[in-house]
Protein backbone atom coordinates (compact mmCIF):
# COMPACT_ATOMS: atom_id res chain seq x y z
CA UNK A 1 0.00 0.00 0.00
CA UNK A 2 3.09 2.49 0.66
CA UNK A 3 4.22 2.03 -2.92
CA UNK A 4 1.08 2.89 -4.29
CA UNK A 5 0.33 5.72 -2.23
CA UNK A 6 4.38 6.76 -3.04
CA UNK A 7 3.53 6.02 -6.85
CA UNK A 8 0.34 8.30 -6.79
CA UNK A 9 2.54 11.28 -5.06
CA UNK A 10 5.13 10.62 -7.97
CA UNK A 11 2.09 10.76 -10.50
CA UNK A 12 0.70 14.42 -8.72
CA UNK A 13 4.54 15.56 -8.40
CA UNK A 14 5.00 15.21 -12.37
CA UNK A 15 1.63 16.66 -13.28
CA UNK A 16 2.83 19.75 -10.93
CA UNK A 17 5.47 19.54 -13.87
CA UNK A 18 3.02 20.03 -16.59
CA UNK A 19 1.76 22.81 -14.45
CA UNK A 20 4.86 24.93 -14.88
CA UNK A 21 4.92 24.29 -19.00
CA UNK A 22 1.48 26.16 -18.57
CA UNK A 23 2.24 29.07 -16.48
CA UNK A 24 5.31 29.70 -19.22
CA UNK A 25 3.39 28.93 -22.28
CA UNK A 26 0.09 30.12 -21.00
CA UNK A 27 -1.18 32.72 -23.17
CA UNK A 28 -3.81 34.33 -21.30
CA UNK A 29 -3.64 34.87 -17.15
CA UNK A 30 -6.76 32.58 -16.75
CA UNK A 31 -4.07 29.78 -18.06
CA UNK A 32 -2.42 30.93 -14.82
CA UNK A 33 -4.95 31.35 -12.73
CA UNK A 34 -5.99 28.14 -13.33
CA UNK A 35 -2.74 26.65 -12.99
CA UNK A 36 -2.37 28.30 -9.53
CA UNK A 37 -5.46 26.78 -8.32
CA UNK A 38 -3.83 22.88 -9.48
CA UNK A 39 -1.13 23.26 -7.45
CA UNK A 40 -2.71 24.49 -4.92
CA UNK A 41 -4.60 21.10 -4.99
CA UNK A 42 -1.86 19.34 -6.04
CA UNK A 43 0.23 20.46 -3.33
CA UNK A 44 -2.61 19.19 -0.92
CA UNK A 45 -3.31 16.05 -2.10
CA UNK A 46 0.61 14.86 -2.08
CA UNK A 47 1.45 16.08 1.36
CA UNK A 48 -2.18 14.44 2.05
CA UNK A 49 -0.69 11.16 0.80
CA UNK A 50 2.70 11.27 1.91
CA UNK A 51 1.33 12.23 5.71
CA UNK A 52 -1.37 8.67 5.13
CA UNK A 53 1.70 6.87 3.79
CA UNK A 54 4.30 8.00 6.49
CA UNK A 55 1.78 8.36 9.27
CA UNK A 56 2.63 12.05 10.48
CA UNK A 57 0.12 14.25 11.83
CA UNK A 58 2.69 16.70 10.85
CA UNK A 59 2.24 16.69 7.17
CA UNK A 60 -1.91 16.94 7.79
CA UNK A 61 -1.40 20.92 9.16
CA UNK A 62 0.87 21.42 6.62
CA UNK A 63 -1.57 20.43 3.98
CA UNK A 64 -3.95 22.32 5.73
CA UNK A 65 -2.03 25.64 5.80
CA UNK A 66 -1.40 25.07 2.22
CA UNK A 67 -5.45 25.29 1.16
CA UNK A 68 -5.37 28.01 3.21
CA UNK A 69 -2.61 29.36 1.36
CA UNK A 70 -4.21 28.69 -1.82
CA UNK A 71 -7.41 30.26 -1.34
CA UNK A 72 -6.00 33.68 -0.69
CA UNK A 73 -3.68 33.86 -3.38
CA UNK A 74 -6.40 32.67 -5.60
CA UNK A 75 -8.48 35.19 -4.28
CA UNK A 76 -5.87 37.99 -4.35
CA UNK A 77 -5.08 37.04 -8.06
CA UNK A 78 -8.52 37.55 -9.34
CA UNK A 79 -9.18 41.03 -7.80
CA UNK A 80 -5.68 42.23 -9.43
CA UNK A 81 -6.30 43.70 -12.52
CA UNK A 82 -4.17 42.31 -14.97
CA UNK A 83 -5.47 42.49 -18.49
CA UNK A 84 -6.38 45.86 -20.54
CA UNK A 85 -9.66 45.60 -22.41
CA UNK A 86 -9.48 47.17 -25.92
CA UNK A 87 -12.37 48.10 -27.90
CA UNK A 88 -12.60 45.92 -31.62
CA UNK A 89 -13.75 47.33 -34.48
CA UNK A 90 -17.25 46.10 -33.81
CA UNK A 91 -17.50 47.79 -30.43
CA UNK A 92 -17.01 44.43 -28.34
CA UNK A 93 -14.11 44.60 -25.48
CA UNK A 94 -11.47 42.30 -26.50
CA UNK A 95 -8.62 40.91 -24.36
CA UNK A 96 -5.27 40.92 -24.91
Known amino acids: MNTFLL ?3 LFLLIN ?7 VYLGPTTADRLLTLLLFGTTTVATLLLLAYSQASA ?4 VALLFVMLAAIASVAFVRFPHETVQKTDDGRGDHD
Open 58 to 61: VLVK
Open 16 to 22: LAAGMVR
Open 7 to 9: GAA
